[in-house]
């Protein structure tokens, strides 16, 4: 039996244990350190998992000769300095999206991964969800071109909760974390670059110090077009709801669920070998490694995405 691919997991709060219990599903795969902030709380994880070692320091995971690979789930602005981290100690590294809120230190990880050769990737999960593939395939077939897109992007996160209702340590952002999803979807089913992009925010939030509701408008350089709203203030329903309207049809994705326009149900159950977005991201980080070859999602990949939010950021800061 081949030696299997040992992880090093950082980030053990709700996103963490989704890829925790992704991880468990794929063969020849063995978590072997957990990474997080709170020692007992991590402890505690690790031991549910069966995972030897636990620690407060991502350095001392890294120094570790039986880590082969690192999957980053900490906080937005963590991602870039510590997927560097991880490429300066030889770790392949899977970063949760976004790869940056600040676009030169995406620029860097982009040029560390190319100098290593490592696999880097990032996890814009909206690539491997089942609906999106299911789409994506009829697009490279020929029987599909998007005329436009209409995605919205609802929370109720008043107050700085994660997804499993605790306190977060730091402030999640509608431009740089949820609309990075979209931006970079329309462009990869698209097919072809974004290449005007504008975008309106609502007021600050007084103690979160963000934006609370804003909405993008997107043009393609084929000529799509994609609208989307997103809101932290809106009390249901939630999630991200996709509607594709195409030349050959229109399509609706809710997460890994998908209908036609007139409501009709379409099969995505045999598009991939799960229905779990979280643990065919994984599957490929995975396969990309064994494989020696780039993933989807690459950081290379994926970084025309942080491009344009930065445009629309320094936009939205001069008014």
């Known amino acids: 039996m081949s030696t299997p ?138 029987q599909l071109r998007i005329q436009q897109m209409d995605v919205q992007t609802y929370f109720f996160r008043r107050t700085n909760m994660n997804a499993l209702g605790q306190p977060r340590s730091w402030t999640d952002h509608l431009l740089w974390h949820h609309a990075a999803h979209t931006v970079d979807l329309f462009a990869w089913q698209c097919g072809s670059p974004i290449v005007k992009a504008h975008a309106l925010q609502g007021p600050i939030h007084p103690e979160l110090g963000i934006a609370m509701d804003m909405s993008l408008q997107l043009q393609a350089a084929n000529g799509a077009i994609c609208t989307l709203s997103l809101s932290f203030n809106n009390e249901g329903p939630l999630g991200t709801f996709f509607r594709y309207i195409g030349d050959t049809g229109t399509y609706i994705a809710r997460y890994d669920d998908l209908v036609t326009g007139k409501d009709e149900t379409i099969d995505v159950s045999r598009v991939d070998v799960s229905m779990n977005g979280i643990e065919l991201q994984d599957r ?29 950021e320094q936009a939205l800061k001069a008014g």
């Open 5 to 142: 691919l040992r992880i090093a997991l950082a980030g053990a709060g709700a996103f963490g244990q989704k890829h925790l219990d992704a991880l468990r599903l794929i063969d020849g795969v063995e978590v072997v350190s957990l990474i997080s902030r709170d020692i007992d709380k991590t402890r505690e994880t690790a031991a549910r998992y069966g995972i030897g070692h636990a620690t407060t320091e991502l350095g001392e995971a890294l120094a570790r000769d039986d880590v082969d690979a690192v999957i980053l789930c900490t906080p937005t602005q963590l991602h870039a300095r510590q997927a560097l981290a991880c490429l300066e100690a030889g770790k392949h590294v899977q970063v949760e999206i976004p790869l940056c809120d600040v676009l030169a230190d995406g620029e860097a990880v982009v040029r560390r991964q190319r100098e290593t050769g490592l696999v880097a990737m990032c996890g814009h999960t909206r690539r491997f969800n089942p609906s999106h593939q299911w789409i994506h395939r009829r697009i490279a077939a020929g």
């Open 284 to 312: 490929e980080f995975v396969a990309a490694i064994r494989e020696g070859r780039e993933p989807v999602a690459s950081v290379a990949q994926v970084l025309p995405c942080y491009q344009v939010l930065h445009e629309l």
